[in-house]
């Protein structure tokens, strides 16, 4: 069974740095599309970020562009989202997702992705 399990979260500072990874197990091939979502208390989830099945293709919200880095590592079925320049608003449970169709490009699409982890919390504050 297909398990993600997210790490990184954390407090930092505004203007401050974060990586956030994603590690999955019971993965049967390499080619998954992953994603990262987020989601505050009270309001809608938001995709954040995706990369196609065959890692050509990433995908980012407008709200991240230019601050978020997604990369992944097969090797080691392993998703990462580098997010600088921090803001409060960034501030929510980020989730990490992946779905075995979007091979050559990601969309944003959350319940397009079938699988999930559970979370790790990203507090932005000084």
């Known amino acids: 069974q297909l398990q993600l399990a997210e790490s990184g979260g954390g407090l930092v500072q505004p203007g401050g740095s974060l990586t956030l990874s994603c590690a999955g197990s019971g993965f049967t091939r390499d080619d998954y599309a992953l994603g990262w979502f987020r989601q505050v208390p009270g309001k809608e989830r938001e995709g954040v970020s995706c990369?196609?099945?065959?890692?050509?293709?990433?995908e980012y919200a407008d709200s991240v562009k230019g601050r978020f880095t997604i990369s992944r590592d097969n090797a080691k079925n392993t998703v990462y989202l580098q997010m600088n320049n921090l803001k409060p608003e960034d501030t929510a449970v980020y989730y990490c997702a992946a779905t075995p169709i979007m091979f050559r490009v990601c969309l944003l699409i959350g319940p397009q992705f079938e699988y999930w982890g559970r979370g790790t919390q990203v507090t932005v504050s000084s």
């Open positions: 990369i196609s099945g065959n890692g050509g293709s990433t």
